[in-house]
Each structure stands twice: as structure tokens, then as C-alpha cells.
């Protein structure tokens, strides 16, 4: 392990091309490994309906925009493994690179995306489990109204969405402390996700 960390530290992500010891694996192999959590996140439909039937994972986390096709989806529910939707399993990243642009503190985002969204994501699977549905099939119209619902608050700006929109242009331009649009913004947060 320490020859690993050593050759990573000097030639960084290309370790994979540098390490001789490692077994060697086509990529698409890789989706078929026997284990419980599979995160495919380099590519769109990379499980596909071909694909499918030899994922072997309980639970697919993607990490990557649409990895799995909606054919795919099904067939790996009526399996019996759980395929949660990417949109919900890669939203922390934005999340938490926009909180972070707002001066909040990395231990405050990281408290705020496991409480708000883990709350959301245990919601959404008692939720499938209770109608025997895929998740996405919860969770997308879900975010669908969520969607509209900013959509038409943006539509019709009010005096505080106004007087938010020019604080943040001052903060963008150093005029406004990080501290103060830290401790302003989390409520702004907490509303974006209800």
C-alpha cells in the first residue's frame, strides 16, 4: 500500500499506467464485479439493457448524469437492486461547491448536505418501498414541481429575491464579508430544497 501511495503522489491520476502489480480489468467489466455498491461515474448509459442482467452490485450510487438507461433501470429493479436516480446522488457536489462560494464553513456543508438531503433520500426510498416503484419514479416528478415552483418564483421577483440578487453582486465583488452572506445564506438553502 505504501508503494501505491508513493507512486500516486508522484505521478498522480495517471497511477493506473504506472502500477505493474494491478490486474488489469476491461472497463466495461468493471460494472460486473460482485459488489454491493456500484457508483458508475464516468459516463452516460454506461448499464444499459445489454449490460444489465450481468450487474451483480445491490445498490447502484450513480455519480455521473444519466449512467443508467431507463430500459436498464427496470430490469435491475425487477432483480431486485436498488438504482438510485443521479440527480439526488451527485447533487452534493453542486451543492456544496455553492455553499462554499458563499463563505459557509466545509463542516457546516458537509452537516447540511447529510442532514437535508440525507432526510430527503431516506424519505424517497421508504417512499418507493412503500409503493413497490423504482425511486426515480418518486423522486423525479417530485423534482419536477420543485423545478417549476423556482421557476415561477423567478418569473415574479419580489423585493427580497431583488435586494438577495444585489447582495450577492456586491459579495461577488468583495463589497460584502464572507461571514455575513455565510450567515444569510444557509436559510436561503434550506429554503431552496423544501
Same mark, same amino acid.
Given at each position: 500500500m505504501n508503494e501505491l501511495i508513493k507512486l500516486a503522489t508522484e505521478v498522480g491520476s495517471r497511477v493506473i499506467d504506472h502500477y505493474k502489480e494491478a490486474e488489469r480489468l476491461d472497463s466495461s467489466s468493471l460494472l460486473e464485479l460482485p459488489v454491493d455498491l456500484l457508483c458508475p461515474c464516468a459516463r452516460h448509459n454506461s448499464i444499459h439493457a445489454d449490460n444489465a442482467d450481468r450487474v451483480k452490485a445491490r445498490i447502484i450510487c450513480p455519480g455521473a448524469n444519466n449512467p443508467i438507461t431507463q430500459e436498464a433501470e427496470h430490469i435491475l429493479f425487477k432483480r431486485? &437492486?436498488? @438504482?438510485?436516480?443521479? $440527480? !439526488?446522488?451527485? @447533487?452534493?457536489? *453542486?451543492?456544496?461547491g455553492t455553499?462554499? $462560494?458563499?463563505?459557509i464553513q466545509r463542516a457546516r456543508i458537509e452537516a447540511f448536505i447529510d442532514h437535508q438531503i440525507g432526510a #430527503? *433520500?431516506?424519505?424517497?426510498?421508504?417512499?418507493?418501498? #412503500?409503493q413497490s416503484v423504482l425511486?426515480?419514479? !418518486?423522486?423525479?416528478?417530485?423534482? &419536477?414541481n420543485r423545478f417549476d415552483r423556482i421557476r415561477r418564483d423567478a418569473d415574479h421577483s419580489t423585493l427580497f429575491g431583488r435586494l438577495f440578487q444585489a447582495g450577492l453582486e456586491l459579495y461577488r465583488h468583495g463589497w460584502i464579508p464572507g461571514n455575513l452572506v455565510a450567515s444569510l445564506s444557509l436559510p436561503y438553502f434550506k429554503r431552496l430544497l423544501t
Open positions: 431486485g &437492486m436498488l @438504482c438510485l436516480p443521479d $440527480f !439526488i446522488t451527485n @447533487c452534493g457536489g *453542486v451543492l456544496g455553499m462554499e $462560494f458563499a463563505s #430527503r *433520500v431516506d424519505w424517497l426510498l421508504s417512499e418507493a418501498a #412503500r425511486p426515480s419514479d !418518486i423522486a423525479k416528478p417530485y423534482a &419536477m
